[in-house]
């Protein structure tokens, strides 16, 4: 949770804590602990619960739609054939990206060339043209 934060900003904030809540700041932080604790509690009590009207061994994380459905609705086969149809697809995609992929890494290579001392090219080889200006002598 505080893993970028460094210990000047802790205690900063523990100062900042101490000037809020002067003599009341271990109450303070018994009380958000106890809260903390009790919300545990709850989350622990309902998934037991969940459970036992279940009848089945639940965890939180299973609570999320799709991996409930994973684990409680469909067999191992009826998994398989929803996913046998979209496999190649995703294989597809996944063999296009990958060239995509490589191909930025060559222009980038190239770009770095072009940066390190030659004469930044276009794309045709050639210098760039300009853009031709829009003629307003011709609407009518």
């Not at 622990?44 to 684990?71: C, M, V, Y």
Request: aromatic content about 4%; cysteine-free; glycine content about 6%.
């Amino acid at each position: 949770m505080f893993e970028n934060l460094n210990w000047w900003e802790i205690g900063a904030l523990l100062m900042l804590a101490l000037l809020i809540f002067g003599d009341r700041l271990p109450v303070v932080i018994n009380d958000g602990l106890r809260m903390i604790r009790n919300l545990r509690n709850m989350a622990r009590n309902a998934t037991g619960d969940l459970s036992r009207e279940l009848g089945t061994d639940i965890q939180l994380e299973d609570l999320h739609p799709k991996a409930f459905i994973r684990k409680h609705l469909l067999s191992e086969e009826d998994e398989q054939a929803i996913r046998k149809p979209l496999q190649s697809m995703y294989d597809n995609i996944r063999s296009d990206v990958s060239g995509v992929h490589d191909e930025l890494k060559d222009v980038a290579k190239a770009a770095d060339l072009r940066t390190n001392g030659t004469r930044p090219a276009t794309a045709t080889g050639g210098a760039a043209a300009p853009a031709p200006r829009p003629s307003y002598d011709d609407a009518t």
